[in-house]
């Protein structure tokens, strides 16, 4: 692994391009459309956003638009309903990333065997990431629906379960049943990241640990786990950031309820927004939402760069 | 799908026995991701009475392909109890395929020039710019749906493809620029350096010399960028009105929140609007993969 940071080196003269432009006016140009579209549809949204946030503004009295400085924020911070979506959102986050990391890394691990059939299971694996979360979300509605579900059908002629049951009408199986909704999307992803790292391991390390008489589970803690952290952590962020930001999936599926057991901070930023029409608390809670993201992101950064694992 | 070896049972052995339990977890695998799948893909197929049978009718009994002709003609003597969201269908699919392409060709464009300075060229506030576009993805989609609404209102672009496409290409240009920088990067100078040596302007050398070299990333690039498109639904939603420009996750979500429609024909619908994802997924599998890897993660 190369040292993080490091660029390869730069030529000693800031040397004309063979075209003649100069170089730096040459990169600003070649920059220009990708920075002219995240600028205007990107950049200055955010700032509209916050401009908003700032202001008492609901679609029901539009006429009251008023600047009321951070008073927004200190609502949402002082109402229950903030705490409550921000514990479901760690709650549903922490369950979807730790699944997608154990399955991710099982399934990976097995892939990278030989057995009959490994390159028909190493496709499938893609199938669902092909799928669209609005499908994904109808999917599983039926999968778990209380009347004629599959779920249902399945365990009751197992013996499973002695009759069939809302699984999205009690709080808790309804945040599991979007969970694991959740992780079979996501899954595809890790995998491919992570196979992808385990086939970089040379074999010899292995070998090498097996004659000093490394027991397996001591493979696993110091070679492959090893190899293995960057991609993980890319993992880690990816899907982080990907569970932070659900929302189709609760959209078709549960819509927050039952009452509001899977009502996470975004679920909470749309209602706001949308059903209470109220624009100003709807951006600053779009902002709390994406002032943790990137709280996150950065803590996740500084622990890549810290280990030197990735670079610029 | 996969056969155990004879000598499992006769001579037995570790190491075919192992063979074995691989090829069982495989198996497990395999069920874990099909079995959701196919559940929707036998019920589009099914007659609506017999897909709320208790117990369930896994298998369709009198399979019927009724669901895809209703939304092949709509109006016809065909049009069941949905039948007005059947009809957004065919146009949603198209809008849908018009959405993707032009993100992912826009990507490719914008993220090739852009990528290609930062992966080759070195110039003042090159990790700023970086750090410019992967910190514009940091933020969710939903902090973003008022003011773009509002932006795009004032540009006259709503219910416009055009305004999905360049929402799409804002958010997908970040990752396809880091991927294709990355990639560029994995790619010898002295390629470049060989076509200028041959008098090749720096336009002639990105077509003809290095992008067909980064084939693996471009494909995987756009793959990202038109599955984004596809399957995005919350600035769907929002942006667009009529047929002019909803999608599909539009008109399916449309279909599953409105309690009217049959389930089968949703089903039906859901299998319509995976086809051409899947299609590339699987084609370009090999490509994806290779892209993904070699550009997005570096060792």
Not at chain 1, 92 to 100: I, K, N, R
Not at chain 1, 273 to 296: E, K, M, P, R
Not at chain 2, 232 to 238: C, G, P, Q, S, T
Not at chain 2, 262 to 285: D, E, H, K, N, S
Request: contains cysteine.
């Amino acid at each position: 692994m190369r040292p993080s940071l490091s660029l390869p080196a730069a030529k000693p003269r800031q040397r004309v391009n063979r075209v003649g432009y100069d170089r730096r006016a040459f990169a600003w140009l070649l920059n220009a459309p990708a920075l002219l579209a995240i600028c205007v549809l990107s950049a200055f949204p955010i700032a509209y956003s916050a401009w908003i946030s700032l202001h008492r503004y609901n679609l029901q009295r539009p006429h009251a638009f008023k600047f009321v400085g951070i008073s927004n924020y200190i609502d949402i911070l002082q109402s229950p309903e903030f705490w409550t979506s921000l514990w479901i959102t760690v709650e549903y986050t922490v369950l979807v990333v730790m699944l997608v990391v154990v399955l991710g890394i099982l399934i990976a691990l097995l892939l990278n065997r030989e057995f009959p059939g490994r390159a028909m299971v190493r496709t499938l694996v893609l199938l669902p990431w092909a799928i669209p979360p609005v499908v994904n979300g109808l999917m599983w509605q039926w999968i778990y629906d209380a009347k004629v579900g599959a779920l249902n059908g399945l365990l009751v002629s197992l013996g499973l379960l002695d009759q069939y049951r809302g699984w999205l009408s009690t709080p808790t199986s309804a945040l599991l049943a979007l969970v694991f909704a959740e992780v079979w999307s996501l899954l595809p992803l890790a995998v491919i990241l992570l196979l992808s790292a385990l086939q970089r391991i040379p074999a010899e390390l292995y070998e090498a640990a097996r004659m000093d008489g490394a027991s397996k589970s001591q493979l696993f803690r110091y070679i492959t786990l090893p190899w293995l952290s960057q991609s993980l952590l890319v993992v880690l962020i990816l899907q982080t950031m990907s569970a932070l930001r659900a929302f189709d999936v609760i959209y078709v599926l549960t819509a927050g309820g039952p009452g509001t057991a899977t009502t996470t901070l975004t679920w909470q930023t749309y209602l706001t927004t949308f059903s209470n029409l109220d624009f100003g608390h709807g951006n600053a809670y779009a902002w709390l939402v994406s002032l943790i993201t990137l709280a996150l992101a950065l803590a996740y950064f500084k622990v890549l760069y810290g280990r030197g694992d990735i670079e610029a | 799908m996969s056969t155990l070896p004879i000598h499992f049972f006769t001579a037995g052995g570790r190491r075919s026995r192992r063979t074995a339990f691989l090829a069982l977890a495989g198996i497990a695998v395999a069920v874990y991701i099909l079995a959701p799948f196919c559940w929707l893909l036998l019920t589009s197929f099914m007659h609506e009475r017999d897909a709320l049978t208790v117990p369930t009718q896994w298998i369709p009994q009198h399979p019927t392909l009724e669901h895809y002709r209703t939304f092949f003609h709509p109006s016809g003597a065909n049009a069941l109890v949905g039948g007005r969201a059947a009809e957004e269908m065919l146009p949603g699919m198209v809008n849908s395929l018009f959405a993707a392409l032009g993100t992912a060709v826009a990507n490719l464009v914008l993220g090739t020039l852009a990528g290609y300075s930062l992966a080759r060229l070195r110039f003042r506030g090159q990790g700023a710019l970086l750090g410019v576009y992967l910190g514009s993805r940091m933020v969710p989609g939903i902090a973003l749906i008022v003011p773009l609404y509002l932006t795009l209102k004032n540009l006259g672009m709503l219910d416009h493809l055009s305004a999905l496409i360049t929402t799409y290409v804002t958010f997908t240009l970040p990752f396809t620029i880091w991927l294709l920088k990355n990639y560029f990067q994995t790619i010898p100078r002295s390629l470049e350096e060989a076509a200028f040596m041959d008098g090749c302007s720096w336009l002639q050398m990105l077509i003809k010399v290095l992008l067909p070299v980064a084939m693996p990333g471009l494909v995987s690039a756009a793959m990202f960028a038109f599955m984004t498109a596809w399957n995005d639904y919350l600035f769907a939603v929002i942006l667009t009105s009529t047929t002019a420009s909803k999608t599909l996750p539009v008109v399916v979500a449309g279909f599953a929140t409105d309690v009217t429609t049959q389930r089968t024909l949703m089903a039906t619908g859901g299998v319509l609007a995976i086809i051409p994802p899947l299609a590339l997924a699987f084609l370009f599998q090999r490509l994806i993969v290779q892209g993904l890897t070699s550009g997005a993660v570096k060792d």
